[in-house]
């Protein structure tokens, strides 16, 4: 599975990006997909994350009510759409496919996932 992030760039802070996440390969294999952001000296952070399926969703505390994750199954892509954009949010984005089922607290663990896109840079000013 490659997954190919993009559609970062520079935001003023209480603006708006939109992520995508293409994927290609054995697709039919991921159950989960995920964000996950990581800025200079920090770990990976968990975002939000789907369920390829049933389309369920789950959110970090941080981003919820600003940013919506949704996917087109046709299009075998994942979004982001990030609004009110804060200067924290400023990292670099990674988009992850899972090859389980994962509820609960699994759906943030990285280690969970098991493929990633390259990542792609969101920079938020003030």
């Known amino acids: 599975v490659q997954l190919q992030a993009s559609g970062g760039g520079l935001v003023q802070a209480g603006g708006s990006l939109s992520l995508s996440c293409a994927a290609s390969?054995?697709?039919?294999?991921?159950?989960?997909r995920g964000w996950f952001r990581q800025a200079p000296g920090k770990e990976r952070e968990f975002v939000a994350s789907?369920?390829?399926?049933?389309?369920?969703?789950y959110y970090a505390d941080s981003v919820k009510g600003r940013f919506t994750i949704s996917r087109d199954s046709a299009k075998n892509t994942m979004y982001l759409q990030m609004n009110s954009l804060k200067q924290e949010d400023t990292a670099v984005y990674y988009c992850?496919?899972?090859?389980?089922?994962?509820?609960?607290?699994?759906?943030?663990?990285?280690?969970?996932?098991?493929?990633w896109g390259q990542g792609t840079q969101v920079t938020v000013s003030s």
């Open positions: 390969g054995r697709t039919y294999t991921t159950y989960a």
């Open positions: 789907i369920g390829w399926s049933l389309g369920n969703t």
């Open positions: 992850g496919a899972s090859n389980k089922y994962l509820s609960g607290s699994d759906r943030s663990d990285f280690l969970k996932y098991d493929y």
